[in-house]
C-alpha cells in the first residue's frame, strides 16, 4: 500500500470523525491510524486549521488534537514542512485549475514527495495529480 499526503479539509474531517470523509479516504486514515502507511500533512494545513478555528468554522481543539497525534507518534501521520522544493514545484500546479494558494502548495507537495493526494476538490482532481477520496 502507498503513502499519502493529504488536503486540509480530508484531515479535519479525519480528525472529527465527520462522515463526510470519503469511503477510500476513511480507509487510509484508518490504515494509517494502524501505522500501515504513513499520510504526509504539510505545513500549511496547520496554518489552515488555526485559521478556520479563528473563524469559528471549525471546533477550537482540532489543532491541539492534532499535535497531540503528531508528537505521540504512534499514528502514522507525518508533518512535511515546507521546503523550497516544495515552493519550487507550485509553479507546476496550474493556477487557472487550482486558483487557492494553500491547495496550490498542498498539491505541490504531493507532487514533489511524487504520492497521491487525498482530497475531494475538484480543481485539484482536474490537475494530473493523482488523487484519492
Not at 480528525?15 to 480507509?27: C, F, K, P, V, Y
Request: aromatic share 6%.
Amino acid at each position: 500500500m502507498s503513502n499519502y499526503v493529504t488536503d486540509t479539509h480530508g484531515l479535519i474531517w479525519y480528525l472529527e470523525d465527520n462522515n463526510r470523509l470519503g469511503l477510500t479516504a476513511s480507509q487510509l486514515f484508518d490504515a494509517c491510524d494502524r501505522g500501515e502507511i504513513v499520510i504526509y500533512v504539510p505545513t500549511i494545513c496547520l496554518i489552515e486549521i488555526i485559521y478556520l478555528q479563528e473563524k469559528g468554522r471549525i471546533p477550537a481543539h482540532l489543532k491541539a488534537q492534532l499535535d497531540a497525534e503528531l508528537q505521540a507518534g504512534e499514528s502514522g501521520l507525518v508533518l512535511v514542512d515546507l521546503t523550497a522544493e516544495i515552493a519550487n514545484a507550485v509553479a507546476n500546479i496550474p493556477r487557472d485549475l487550482v486558483r487557492d494558494m494553500p491547495d496550490r502548495v498542498i498539491s505541490a507537495t504531493a507532487l514533489h514527495l511524487g504520492l497521491p493526494l487525498i482530497s475531494r476538490d475538484r480543481q485539484i482532481q482536474l490537475t494530473n495529480l493523482e488523487t484519492v477520496w
